[in-house]
């Protein structure tokens, strides 16, 4: 069974769009993952924008790889580093904690995702 951040089993993120380093609709990882794609965040129109101007850019649709972009409210499987670099930047997206992987914790406090958590 794969955990989640609060010990429970991890919980489907999102289907529309369709997220997860995978493609499997859930923050799983594996050695492949790279950029460590496990927290279940809820995009939103700051966040975006933050991202696109520190290089990410998650809004604008990119056909060729099957990527329509993201909008506010969409739910996505974001690398654990970005989220940690927003939240210190004040802009961290909010996180459902049960679908965040467990290895999450290995670059993110639990204390901080719980500040920004909307399933406790």
């Known amino acids: 069974m794969v955990m989640n ?3 429970t089993e991890l919980e489907v993120c999102g289907s529309d769009p369709v997220t997860g380093f995978y493609r499997d609709n859930c923050c799983n ?5 790279l950029g460590v794609h496990t927290v279940c965040a809820i995009m939103t129109d ?8 520190a ?12 990527f ?5 409210g969409d739910n996505w ?3 654990a580093p970005r989220w940690q670099e927003a939240f210190e930047a004040g802009q961290a997206p909010p996180v459902r904690l049960r679908a965040t992987h467990l290895l999450t914790l290995e670059w993110v406090s639990l204390s901080d995702l719980k500040a920004n958590a909307i399933d406790l």
Do not use: H, M, Q, Y
Request: hydrophobic share 30%; glycine share 16%.
């Open 55 to 66: 290089g990410n850019d998650l809004s604008t649709s990119r056909p060729e790889f099957g």
């Open 46 to 53: 700051d966040f975006l924008n933050f991202s696109k101007a």
């Open 5 to 7: 951040v609060i010990g």
């Open 29 to 33: 990882t594996g050695a492949g993952d």
């Open 77 to 79: 499987c974001l690398c």
């Open 68 to 72: 329509k972009g993201l909008s506010d």
